[in-house]
């Protein structure tokens, strides 16, 4: 009798620890994070610690990394990730490319997400022209610099060098040369930009980079459409459509396409197209729209 | 050939070490984590999988070292089998010489199995995944990696001898043992750190605090220089003068730390 | 009384080879920080005959283990010097010919027996058939046949000691030199030990031996020296030292009291 309490004693405590345990994960995972927790140790006193580690502690942030990405990703408004967090994602994207400079997965994941939602463009760069330092073989690198260069920054004139770099490199494409020489003359900036996301999609095998870049690349076909309609209007018309539904009316384009964003276009005085979402929950305009803009 | 038979005695008592079991078990799990963790990596598998299986190879040596090898010589101090031992017709020398390379042939049959279940786990990675996941890989360097890192543990089990030779205690023998491989991992990056401008790093260093880093480099061994498992996991050039002066350093470090033990042990008394 | 005062009876007629000879040999030891100095042999002056059995007598601490570890070269004597078959202690060629019993022996507990006297017997220069002639001997002499091939560390106290004493005797030693051979044995194993002194006698080897129990050094010493407080107070024939008292307890105790009348002022 005694042997039966005690296993039935053993038994309650073994389903009270397992309920313990996961009712205070849920709860850890409720509470609050702050600022406080974006701390990452500067990158010498890493090395430090790091002792003959450099490689495997370089391994563990980058990994750190994909965990807050994946729980944001899976955040559907991305502009509710906060500064400081994207602070922290950079910093910890740094403080693994320090340790191991030639690592290439977190250059490419600070070129797919930080000049874009957080608009880290600068900082992206830092981190690409270290990569592009040390991956001396990897023409990937002074291309995404040029790209953010032209694409947000609008300083054409230093990504032409950048594409220089890049089409000399094993593996870049000789075209590069000559883009860098359209860039200098600005061309139309929507089909360039479409040209290098396309480019970058190529060279991307990673999924969920895949499709994210993809997105982008839709959002920005839309736009250039609606550009090209704007300009055929301008030229049948005289002057610039009011709204683009006037394009769909005087049957320059069949139908407004689609914003993958969700937003609704319109067209300003100036003749430029604009899209607006109609989301609450993203009160700003688009980084894409800024950086076309 | 006096040393042959304490050679080989060593060898026997220290890989018979009970403890040599937990440590292969663990290392059997940290590469089993290697095949897991690198699979998570999107594009440079064979990098992290070059980082985790030298690592393995690095941790687990360097507990041989500690656990097995300070024992070696804390079991004649310790428990006096060291009145056997000494009772043959051998020098105190002899006995300090022989043991070492008892120790070294233990450490090279350990990380010589390690090594081989390393490469198999890196060619099962290999194997599983497309080429270009392993876009950089070298055979050659990961070799001369996991070579450097066994003369480190030679290195630095040498050092250890030389603390058994005048403490009494193996525990102050860990300790020390312990701390000249932190200082000795790290004492590079201290000493960049000391030496570059006040701007770059955020604070000033007083000339005193640089002489003593300074002076700490040479008297410590700088173990960081048989670390080239960056190197190895990007298959990035690694010059030949290096490895030569590298391994000339790592001899002339041993053998005067054991002539140095041989010495000390020469005066030591065992009443 | 002066330091060196020792009566020395010669009376063996083979006093001409000295196998052991230590000579004014004085060692101190540090007690702790601050505390005096204890001297732990006082001018020591012994000369062991070859093929003599020695008993080595004296109270705990009298300075026994401290005259045979300086003789095994394990600590090293202030002054004076020591010589095993004519060579110094300090070179390892004297123990050449020297086995050496430890009070406890202990062993790496991961070797076999059989491991351990390849050790013993290679290290003094043996090749492997000798060994293997010699440890068969010994193994069965010692009657450790049955455990040879187990580890040591499975080995129970007396069998410690017996496989101690075939290490000691594997490559077949002129000299023997055991400190407290019968300690913590059992009645078994004292007259193994006992037995051994016996056979080492007819052999003609030199057995030097420490005790602090009478009865032992009565039983096998051809001579014996009583060390009372790092002094040799006195050595002689066992028989020359019976013939004037009932017993050597009789001679024990009245060095004691003459000792400790010299210590107290």
């Known amino acids: ?293 | 050939m006096t040393l042959w038979p304490i050679t080989l005695v060593t060898f026997k008592e220290g890989i018979r070490n009970r403890a040599l079991y937990g440590i292969t078990l663990f290392a059997l799990l940290l590469f089993g984590a290697t095949a897991l963790v690198a699979t998570m990596i999107p594009r440079e598998v064979g990098k992290v999988s070059v980082d985790m299986a030298l690592s393995t190879i690095s941790f687990t040596g360097l507990l041989v070292v500690l656990f097995v090898g300070i024992n070696l010589m804390a079991k004649d101090l310790d428990k006096r089998t060291i009145y056997t031992v000494l009772s043959r017709p051998i020098s105190r020398s002899q006995y300090i010489v022989g043991k070492f390379f008892g120790m070294v042939l233990i450490i090279i049959a350990t990380m010589g199995i390690l090594s081989l279940l390393a490469m198999a786990v890196l060619v099962l990675m290999k194997m599983t995944f497309a080429a270009d996941f392993f876009s950089r890989f070298s055979w050659q360097l990961i070799i001369l990696a996991d070579c450097l890192v066994v003369l480190m543990l030679i290195l630095l089990s040498a050092v250890s001898f030389l603390f058994s030779s005048f403490t009494s205690s193996s525990f102050i023998t860990l300790v020390l043992t312990i701390i000249t491989y932190i200082i000795g991992e790290s004492l590079s990056g201290v000493k960049a750190l000391v030496e570059s401008p006040a701007q770059a790093v955020g604070f000033t260093v007083s000339p005193l605090t640089r002489r003593m880093v300074e002076a700490a480099y040479y008297i410590f061994p700088n173990l960081s220089l048989f670390d080239i498992k960056v190197q190895a996991a990007h298959a990035l050039t690694v010059s030949s003068s290096f490895v030569i002066w590298t391994v000339i350093y790592g001899l002339i470090y041993i053998v005067l730390s054991i002539t140095l033990a041989a010495l000390i042990f020469t005066k030591k008394e065992f009443p | 009384m002066d330091n060196i005062n020792i009566a020395v009876a010669d009376n063996s007629p083979m006093c001409s080879n000295n196998m052991i000879k230590l000579v004014n040999i004085s060692k101190k030891y540090n007690a702790g920080i601050g505390e005096k100095r204890v001297l732990a042999l006082d001018s020591l002056e012994l000369e062991i005959h070859q093929g003599e059995v020695f008993g080595f007598l004296g109270p705990n601490g009298a300075g026994k283990s401290t005259t045979i570890k300086i003789l095994m070269n394990l600590i090293y004597s202030d002054s004076g010097s020591a010589e095993i078959g004519g060579k110094d202690v300090r070179n390892p060629e004297a123990r050449k010919v020297v086995g050496f019993l430890p009070e406890n022996p202990y062993f790496y507990d991961y070797l076999t027996a059989d491991e351990l006297m390849w050790f013993g017997g290679k290290t003094a220069g043996m090749d492997l058939k000798s060994i293997r002639k010699r440890s068969d001997f010994l193994m069965t002499k010692v009657d450790l046949q049955n455990a040879r091939k187990r580890s040591l560390r499975t080995y129970s106290k007396g069998m410690m000691q017996r496989a101690g004493l075939a290490f000691a005797l594997i490559h077949d030693p002129d000299v023997v030199i055991l400190d407290e051979p019968m300690s913590g044995l059992d009645p078994i194993g004292r007259k193994m030990v006992g037995d051994l002194l016996i056979e080492l006698k007819q052999q003609g080897k030199t057995v030097f031996f420490s005790s602090h129990i009478l009865n032992d050094i009565e039983r096998f010493s051809d001579r014996a020296g009583i060390i009372i407080g790092g002094r040799l107070r006195l050595v002689d024939s066992l028989s020359k030292l019976l013939s004037v008292n009932s017993n050597l307890e009789e001679v024990f105790m009245k060095e004691v009291e003459a000792a400790e009348g010299e210590a107290a002022p």
């Open chain 1, 1 to 293: 009798m005694r042997r039966l309490l005690i296993v039935a004693a053993l038994i309650l405590a073994v389903c009270l620890h397992a309920m313990a345990l996961g009712k205070a994960a849920d709860a850890m995972k409720l509470l609050p994070k702050d600022e406080s927790q974006a701390f990452v140790l500067p990158s010498p006193l890493l090395k430090i610690a790091a002792l003959e580690f450099h490689g495997i502690a370089s391994d563990i942030l980058f990994l750190k990394s994909t965990v807050f990405i994946g729980s944001a990703v899976g955040r559907k408004e991305k502009a509710g990730i906060k500064e400081w967090e994207w602070n922290w994602y950079a910093k910890i994207l740094d403080a693994s490319t320090d340790l191991d400079p030639y690592f290439l997965d977190p250059y490419l994941y600070a070129n797919a997400f930080l000049p874009w939602e957080p608009g880290k463009v600068e900082e992206a760069n830092r981190l690409l022209e270290k990569g592009s330092r040390y991956r001396d073989w990897d023409w990937r690198m002074p291309f995404f610099v040029g790209f953010n260069d032209f694409f947000f920054l609008h300083k054409d004139a230093e990504a032409a060098p950048f594409f220089m770099e890049a089409s000399r490199r094993p593996g870049g494409d000789p075209m590069l040369a000559s883009i860098a020489a359209r860039i200098a003359f600005k061309e139309n900036r929507t089909e360039t930009a479409i040209f290098f996301l396309e480019e970058t999609v190529r060279m991307t095998d990673d999924q969920s980079l895949k499709e994210l870049y993809e997105t982008r690349i839709q959002a920005l076909q839309s736009i250039a459409l609606l550009e090209r309609g704007v300009g055929l209007y301008k030229k049948k018309f005289g002057r610039f459509p009011s709204t683009v539904d006037d394009l769909v009316r005087r049957n320059i384009i069949n139908q407004i396409p689609v914003d993958p964003y969700g937003g609704t276009y319109s067209v300003a005085l100036d003749g430029k197209v604009r899209s607006t979402t109609s989301s609450e929950l993203e009160p700003h305009i688009s980084p894409l729209m800024r950086s076309l803009h």
